[in-house]
């Protein structure tokens, strides 16, 4: 492939290359009242590594999906080296050399890794021409692998390697990778960004690398921008870029002096040495039994893909307590809910609860032993959306409206009508389908039913996602009024200021385990962001 | 506004709930997609009879004739109505589990297989083996599925796929067993010329056959229609029912809440089953010109497990529904084996009664499809 190399003043912060490979100027996308990039200028140079970093939701995979055509733009320019290009699909930015590895794989388990990799394609299959293609691309990159490998059978590391293989084997000149490390080790990341390297260098190619992990932005980049809210809020060099400033721009937050102290002091933390820090009073309500009511011991867990989502996760609770998992989504707190749902089975480690073991994966188990959960996503585990509201909200326990085995049509209408009201549901009433209710009403269903289960311990995953902001304090107000009554509340969420807000006691997940354990009073956006950019390990 | 309605009925009609308005428009919609479909089916049935060199005014009236005109015609509709229903309510049973079991018509006939054998075996005195006969039809019927059930419970092997394929095994199985006098084979000289039969069932071994205005036909009507009713309670109104649909529409939900798929599942697999055993078990004791004289023979099961699995489709997964689908069904079965003395030929009257089946489905898999969509369309538009 030949790009003009007209000689014209770059902009943004690299100059090593006078036209840069792509120039984004003044792009701005919403998602109606949601602003998912606002006048963002962005300029991707050859033969660079461009890092791209901010936390969940603000806004980085919107702006990379413009580039490839799966979103288009409202306003702004595209210019792929110096020309300004219209891209309204994906087959465009192919033809204008640009590819995208994804972050979910998008790979067919049933089908071989050359399979895999000749899809999409059109006309007749050579599949000794692509077997020979992918040993080309193999040993270029030290991407090894066995092109007659079922897909199914291969470790997460080596799945993303045949979406890499896939996405070169098309030659692109600008190359998108989207948090690439969510799913990979350590090793894996490692080697990863080793072959990234040889991309950039021997074949001058742009590469742009999504993440919100400091460390590999810090060390696998060349020029970072930094995202928050849709805008461009920092852009410099890596070398000019230390993990304290990154993680500020990111949460941005101002932090004093003493805060960022006490972040160089949460550096040495990990979670073998976290008795020591064990918690701090100051205004933590203290539990008042010496049981903990929730006790999750050295939990281990694989999710789907066999990669490793707790490891050697271990948790104590009290009640009355609220503590808040914070953490960049992806790094176990699913699978934590899902353990706690009885979705999920243990490969070893134990849950108890008030010291009882119970069974993980048993179909019903924590829901009996007193677990609620308002799960992460509610049309998952949550909530029927074929049956009523009624229904609904007797879901995990049917038992208030049925007698001898029959249910009871009065007693359920009137607990409905009592939900209904309490909680403020708004609904066509307790027979309304439940798909038919909107997503704040359909939430606080979940909210009513497991409530009025009288749990002793209540997982809340991300509860006021997609809510709006009347909605958001609600639900808010209902997390700490459960607390006051002795409910223990894990409040998992990938907003900080909803975890500094309402939690007694915060825990920082990553990669499945706990990195950081502090009191309210302890924590701040600095602290919090560095050890959720596993800054710390 | 909605207490009329009961919070059970909601399921299967996602429109029930904003009062009678849009349910009224539903129910034109549904009656006018019927009729177009059905219209359309004879349209072009009477088209292929005139092609192929016939006269489509008098198949029609054969048709009449071999369902309801004819004297005796509405007892033996009824009579092959009753197992239709049966299949169709397992049916309903084990995909509101959201399990799809399509190998009623092999249940069916190992079911009364096994009946059979023990009915024989047994022999005790008359009203008490059949009840037996039945029970262990059931047993057997639901044991067959109950094959399915564990390959999918334990080793993960798709229902869709298991019950299929269990179908020609049992066939075969059952063809075997009329090969051997110490299975199901009658003894020398008790089975005439032919030499795959079972003995007959003796006469107080037989379902009673009340005569009604010269149309006669088994029990097994009303029994049909007490379960028919008996199930859609059970469903709607019961604990084990909601956990059941509630299996069927959310697993993951279901898990949550204590529902444990291996238990449930293989329970409603293994219903559907034995309600499909049930009704060959009938067949065999409730015997009539539809299905024979009372003893098993090769291709027993005459289709009535696959028309069963059919009527449950149209029925919309709906035991009550199914009375009259059934019944439908049931007379085209019986009034297409007339349209062969109109001098058409057998393979277009089968042609014909395809077209009609297809009809009848059509206008399910229509709406199915569109409540589908409307369902999806607000998941995501309300997120």
């Not at chain 1, 792009?27 to 590594?49: P, Q």
């Not at chain 1, 049981?291 to 948790?315: M, Y």
């Not at chain 2, 299996?247 to 559907?272: D, F, H, I, K, W």
Request: hydrophobic fraction near 45%; proline fraction near 4%; glycine fraction near 12%.
């Amino acid at each position: 492939m030949s790009h003009s190399e007209l000689g014209d003043a770059g902009t943004g912060v690299t100059n090593s290359s006078p036209v840069p490979a792509v120039q984004l100027s003044g792009i701005a996308k919403r998602f109606g009242a949601v602003v998912a990039c606002d006048n963002v200028d962005l300029a991707l140079a050859r033969g660079r590594i461009h890092g791209l970093l901010g936390e969940n939701g603000a806004g980085k995979s919107t702006l990379m999906k413009m580039l490839i055509g799966l979103v288009l733009p409202d306003a702004g320019t595209i210019a792929i080296d110096g020309k300004t290009e219209s891209i309204h699909d994906p087959l465009t930015a192919s033809a204008l050399g640009i590819g995208m590895v994804h972050q979910h794989f998008s790979l067919v388990d049933a089908l071989a890794v050359w399979e895999n990799v000749t899809l999409g394609d059109a006309g007749r299959l050579d599949p000794n021409a692509t077997r020979n293609r992918i040993g080309e691309i193999s040993e270029q990159y030290g991407l090894v692998i066995d092109p007659d490998k079922r897909v199914g059978d291969l470790t997460a590391g080596l799945r993303q390697r045949v979406e890499i293989i896939k996405c070169l084997r098309r030659d692109p000149s600008i190359v998108i990778f989207d948090e690439p490390t969510s799913v990979l080790t350590p090793e894996e990341s490692e080697q990863l960004f080793e072959s990234l390297r040889h991309v950039v260098a021997a074949e001058n190619r742009a590469v742009v690398l999504v993440s919100h992990k400091l460390d590999e932005v810090l060390h696998a980049t060349d020029d970072i921008t930094i995202m928050r809210q849709g805008r461009v809020v920092d852009q410099r060099y890596s070398t000019d870029a230390d993990a304290p400033t990154l993680a500020r721009a990111m949460v941005g937050r101002e932090v004093s002096l003493r805060s960022e102290r006490a972040a160089l002091g949460i550096h040495s933390l990990d979670d073998t040495d976290l008795d020591d820090v064990e918690p701090v009073e100051p205004d933590t309500v203290l539990p008042a039994t010496a049981q903990p009511v929730l006790r999750i011991d050295r939990a281990v867990a694989h999710d789907a893909d066999g990669v490793v989502a707790l490891d050697e996760f271990s948790l104590e609770m009290h009640s009355g307590e609220i503590v808040g998992v914070a953490g960049v989504e992806g790094n176990g707190q699913r699978a934590l809910g899902d353990v706690l749902s009885s979705l999920l089975t243990l490969s070893s480690g134990t849950v108890a609860v008030d010291g009882a073991v119970v069974p993980t994966g048993k179909s019903g188990a924590m829901a009996e032993a007193g677990i609620g959960v308002i799960p992460e996503d509610r049309h998952d585990s949550g909530l029927v959306l074929d049956m009523t509201v009624a229904e609904n909200l007797v879901l995990v326990d049917q038992s208030r409206a049925a007698t001898r085995g029959l249910i009871d049509q009065r007693r359920l209408h009137a607990f409905t009508e009592e939900m209904i009201e309490q909680f403020n549901i708004s609904c066509g009433g307790p027979t309304a389908p439940m798909w038919s209710v909107s997503g704040g009403n359909q939430q606080r269903v979940v909210l009513a039913r497991e409530l009025s289960q009288e749990p002793k311990i209540l997982v809340a995953a991300q509860p006021t996602r997609g809510l709006d902001v009347g909605a958001i304090e609600y639900m808010s107000h209902r997390l700490e009024t459960a607390a006051a009554s002795g409910v223990a509340v894990l409040l998992i969420s990938s907003e900080l200021e909803e975890i500094l807000e309402l939690s007694h006691r915060i825990i920082v997940m990553h990669s499945g385990r706990i990195v950081g354990e502090m009191s309210r009073a302890e924590a701040n956006f600095e602290t919090l962001g560095l050890l959720m950019g596993g800054a710390a390990a | 506004m909605t207490d009329a309605t009961t919070a059970v009925d909601a399921v299967g009609s996602p429109d029930a709930q904003p009062g009678r308005t849009r349910r009224g428009a539903r129910l034109s919609e549904w009656s006018a997609l019927y009729a177009m479909s059905i219209f359309a089916a004879l349209v072009l049935s009477a088209i292929l009879v005139e092609a192929t060199g016939g006269d489509w005014r008098p198949v029609v009236s054969a048709l009449l004739d071999g369902s309801v005109r004819r004297p005796g015609r509405w007892g033996e509709t009824l009579a092959t109505a009753a197992p239709l229903l049966v299949v169709a309510l397992g049916t309903v049973i084990s995909s509101k589990a959201g399990l799809v079991n399509i190998g009623q018509e092999g249940q069916l006939y190992v079911g009364a297989a096994v009946g059979a054998y023990f009915g024989f075996l047994i022999g005790g005195p008359g009203p008490i083996n059949v009840v037996l006969i039945l029970i262990i039809g059931a047993a057997g019927g639901g044991l067959w599925a109950g094959v399915a059930a564990g390959l999918r419970y334990w080793r993960g092997v798709p229902e869709v796929l298991s019950t299929l394929l269990l179908v020609t095994v049992g066939g075969q199985a059952v063809a075997y067993s009329l090969r051997w006098e110490w299975l199901l084979l009658a003894p020398e000289g008790r089975r005439g010329n032919r030499n795959q039969v079972s003995e007959q069932l003796a006469t107080d071994n037989r379902l009673p056959r009340p005569d009604f205005f010269g149309n006669e036909f088994p029990l097994t009507v009303f029994i049909s229609v007490v379960l028919a009713v008996i199930v859609a309670f059970a469903l709607s109104r019961t604990v084990w029912g909601f956990r059941l649909r509630m299996l069927g529409r959310n697993p993951r939900a279901a898990q949550r809440s204590g529902v444990s798929e291996t238990r449930y599942g293989a329970m409603a697999l293994m219903l559907g089953g034995a309600f499909a055993g049930l009704a060959g078990a009938a067949m065999l004791t409730g015997g009539g010109f539809a299905f024979g004289n009372y003893q098993m023979v090769p291709g027993f099961s005459a289709n009535i497990g696959w028309t069963g699995l059919l009527v449950a489709l149209v029925a919309y997964e709906k035991p009550l529904a199914a009375i009259p689908v059934a019944v439908v069904f049931a007379g085209l079965r019986t009034g297409s084996s007339f349209v062969g003395s109109t001098g058409v030929e057998g393979r277009i009257t089968d042609v014909i009664s395809g077209l009609l089946v297809l009809a009848l489905l059509i206008p399910a898999a229509v709406m199915l499809l569109r409540d589908r969509r409307r369902a999806r369309a607000a998941a995501t538009e309300r997120v």
